[in-house]
Structure formats: C-alpha cells, structure tokens
C-alpha cells in the first residue's frame, strides 16, 4: 500500500508542478508582460492547461485510487494518508466527468466571452454581452448535469469553490442574515453620515506601498517566501509553499484603497504560507474552500485591520508618514472615516455592513437563472429592481449594474458569489474562537503584536491546507455547525458604538 501511495503522489506532485506553472504565467500576464506577448502567453497556457487535464484524468490515477480505498483501514480515518486519498478522489471525479472537448470549448468560450465584457462594459452595451451569457447559462448548466443527482441545479457549481454546501442552506442563511442587516443599514443611514475626506488628500504612491508593506511584515508576511507586485486588479497567488504572491494597486488619491487591498490579500496569502510543508505537491497543499479563504482575508483587513485597536497602534505611525494630510485628523475621524457605511451601488468598494446585500442579490440572481425562472435578456432590469428594494438605490445604467463583476462574463453562472459572503461569517466565527482560546488578542494587537492571533489561525486553520472541508473545520474550532451569531455580534457592536445606535 505503501507503495501504491508513493505513485499516486508522484503523479499528484506532477500535477501540482504544472499548476504552478501556469499560475506564474498568469500572475506574469496580469503584472508585467508586455501588450504584444498575450497571443504567445494564450498558447503557452492552453498547452499546460491541456497537459494538466490530460494528466488528471489518466486511469491510473483512478487505479491506483481504487485500490488505495480496498486496502484504506491502514490508515487512521484522521490522517494526512487518508485526506489526500479522500481529496484526491474527489478531484479526480470531477475531472473525468466533464469530457476534454466540452472543457475545451468551454475555456474557448469563456475567452470569449471575457472580450466581449471588457469592451460592453465601458461602453454600457449589455445587448453586446447578452448572446455570450446565454450560452455560459446553457455551459453552466450542462456541467452541473455532469454531475447528477443534486437537490438544486446549483449545488454542483457551488460544490467547486464552496464544497459540501448547498444552495438550500445557504439561502436559508442569507435570508438570516438579511433579517438582521437590513435594519442595520437603515438604523445607520438615518444618522449623520461618516466623512472621509481625509482619505481623499493626495498620498504619493511610494509611502503609500512603504507604509501598507511595513504593516504586511508586522502582520507576519514573510517576504523570503513571498513577494508583492503592482496590477489592475488585485490578488493572491501561489506557485508552491516557498513562493506566494500578492499584489496591489494605488490611487493616489484613496488612501484606502491600497492599504485595505494590501492586507486583505496579506491575509489569503498567511492561510497559503501556513500549511503543512508536508502537504507540498499534494492536493492537501491549498485553502480549503472560497468560503474559508476570504474568512482570513476579511479577518486581517476587517476584523482586525479596521478595527480600532489596530489603529491605536498604527496611526502615529501612519501620522507621522503623512503629516501634512493627516496631522490634524484625530485617531476618531480617521477610525470612523475607514469604517463609512453608505448605500452604494458598487459591490467592491461597499462597507462591511451593506457588502452583503450586494453579494445576495447576486447569489439570487445567479440560482434564478439557473433554475430557468430569470431569462438573461431580463437580467438588467432584475438587477436594478433588486437593488431598489434592497439598497434603495437604482444604477444610472447597465456598466454599474449588471455589467460591473467579471465573474458571470469570465466562468461559469453559479457558485462565484456566496463564499464572500461565507467569508464574512466565518471569519468572525473563527476570530470569536481564537479570542475564547487566547482572550488577550486584543491587547495583543493594540501592542502591535499580532503573533498570537497569527500562530493560533496557523494551528487550528492554516496548517491543514485541504484536510478538513470548511464544515469539518468549523466543527473542530467552534464545536458546532455555520451560524451568523458571532458575525451579527460583531457588527452591531461595531457599528453600533461607531454610529451611536441603541
Ligand atoms: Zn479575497
């Protein structure tokens, strides 16, 4: 068995080289390379795209797997042998159902398709668009079908990114959630609204990237295993457990906006950095799903990062870098200007307590459309509807509407949107148990000292990489199932003190 299991990594590690290798190719498109390399780069990425595919679907993987699983009592239902053969399998599944033809045409239509939006939305031509998103839906659909027997034509979509959920659930949990959000934006937005202004001075872009790197070290970066670039849009990426990048972008005249990106991608890369290096070249070796992983981007650039203790700390230090913008803004103007609730009709630049209502009219959207009940050429005005009755606002046109997020124009329809919002719960489930564990956290990050809250989410999340799936891991930190209380805990208290609720 021994044996039977050295081949399957070697095979799996193979695998894992290519991943790599394409994900620092397609960091390279988004950071440097020039205009004129993109036809050559398309190529390159397609061949190892192929390559990959072929690899994962070759029968022996799925031999060496069958007889892994007779001969299984060897090991421990809670070993690292186990969950790799358990996590290999199932990856394995999903590869050999969708056949090579259908991906192919599937990734040349999403090419595509992806064009096509970059050039409507600017131009707020969503007919342009519409006859693309008519056949994702159809694509969509049909990879759902791959995989029979679901409950909800979505569970399938959200199986990849969100695994053991179900769109039953979390409809139930959004429609929780809502209950509780909704008054809570009106409850703030009925007081006098937070001023920003001081966001909006003109901050030159190399203190701007010296200061937020400074605190993306203090927070535990490790910069001999990592490095940081500048892009369009930014992200985190990994091409081993030596080796993970973030990257930023810098309006020089929004503080915020790099700083909060800087730490929000600081926090998917800790996850990455903090697995096992034993799980190197295995399919164990990644964050465990959408859901959990922007629990720790939002944890370190929400929860922690626009919390006011963190700026007990940081904003002399922050002063003391922009004195001529920020010498007269007390600790309390600034706290309050980066926490500003407002209605706004842009998912990306929305506050922590309206982000939500964004993401669930898109989570709606997308399960209407599979379902067959929301047809695309209605698309638009379901959209502007939603946001009249849940933010109150209606879009000027279709570029701030439906047009605005990549991900419906660039994959597949479902499954893109709901682990933000999982995140959001989770990372405050997740943080609530590490302060029960170590109740001096806060003191900790008041001091400067993020250490503790750091080695804690290593040993009870990181470190496990693919191991446990979301659900499992939440039971083992929380001692129970998913629930919003932590989360709505928070966020009243927050707000609540920041706004002067009752
Ligand atoms: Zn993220």
Not at 34 to 42: D, I, K, L, V, Y
Not at 49 to 78: N, T
Not at 443 to 452: C, F, H, M, V, W
Request: aromatic letters at 10%; hydrophobic letters at 40%.
């Amino acid at each position: 068995m021994d044996e039977k299991l050295a081949q399957l990594k070697a095979k799996l590690g193979e695998i894992q080289d290519i991943s790599g290798a394409i994900a620092l190719l397609s960091w390279d498109q988004t950071t440097y390379m020039p205009e004129q390399g993109a036809p050559a780069r398309g190529r390159q990425m397609a061949l190892l795209s192929r390559l990959s595919q072929e690899m994962q679907i070759d029968p022996e993987i799925g031999r060496l797997l069958d007889e892994l699983e007779k001969g299984g009592d060897q090991w421990a239902a809670d070993s690292d042998e186990a969950a790799l053969i358990k996590v290999a399998r199932r990856t394995y599944e999903r590869a050999i159902r969708i056949p090579p033809e259908f991906l192919a045409s599937f990734t040349e239509h999403t090419a595509v398709s992806y064009q096509a939006w970059a050039k409507a939305r600017p131009e707020n031509d969503f007919a342009a668009v519409a006859p693309y998103l008519e056949k994702t839906l159809d694509y969509s659909r049909q990879i759902a079908d791959f995989f029979p027997g679901y409950d909800h034509i979505a569970d399938p979509l959200i199986d990849f990114s969100d695994y053991g959920m179900k769109a039953e659930s979390i409809r139930t949990l959004f429609a929780e959630l809502r209950q509780e959000l909704v008054p809570l934006v009106e409850a703030i937005t009925e007081k006098e609204p937070a001023d920003n202004s001081c966001l909006h001075k003109h901050y030159p872009e190399k203190k701007q990237l010296d200061f937020g790197m400074d605190l993306v070290r203090q927070y535990g970066f490790d910069m001999k295993r990592g490095r940081m670039d500048l892009t369009h849009h930014p992200f985190m990426t990994k091409f081993s457990l030596g080796d993970v990048r973030i990257t930023t972008r810098v309006d020089e005249h929004n503080l915020a906006d790099n700083l909060f990106s800087l730490l929000h991608e600081c926090g998917h890369a800790l996850y990455e950095l903090g697995i096992d290096s034993g799980f190197e070249r295995s399919p164990l070796n990644t964050g465990t799903s959408a859901g959990v992983h922007e629990s720790q981007s939002r944890l370190w650039e929400n929860i922690v990062g626009r919390s006011r203790a963190f700026w007990e700390y940081q904003y002399p230090k922050l002063q003391a870098v922009f004195p001529e913008q920020l010498g007269d803004v007390t600790l309390d103007q600034y706290y309050r200007a980066i926490n500003k609730v407002q209605r706004s009709l842009i998912r990306t630049e929305a506050d922590e307590v309206t982000y939500n209502l964004h993401v669930m009219i898109r989570f709606d959207l997308e399960l209407q459309m599979l379902e067959g009940t929301l047809a695309i050429k209605d698309l638009p005005d379901a959209w502007h509807a939603r946001y009249q009755s849940d933010l109150g606002l209606v879009a000027p046109d279709d570029s701030d509407g439906c047009l605005q997020d990549v991900h419906w124009y660039a994959g597949v329809i479902g499954g893109s949107f709901q682990g933000y919002t999982l995140g959001n719960v989770m990372g405050s489930l997740f943080y609530d148990a590490a302060l029960n564990a170590q109740p001096s956290i806060p003191q900790d990050i008041a001091a400067g000292n993020y250490q503790p809250l750091h080695q804690w989410l290593i040993s009870n999340i990181y470190r496990h990489g693919q191991k446990y799936t979301a659900d499992e891991l939440i039971e083992r930190v929380t001692g129970g199932p998913l629930t919003i209380k932590p989360y709505i805990n928070y966020l009243s208290q927050k707000f609540g003190d920041l706004y002067d609720l009752v």
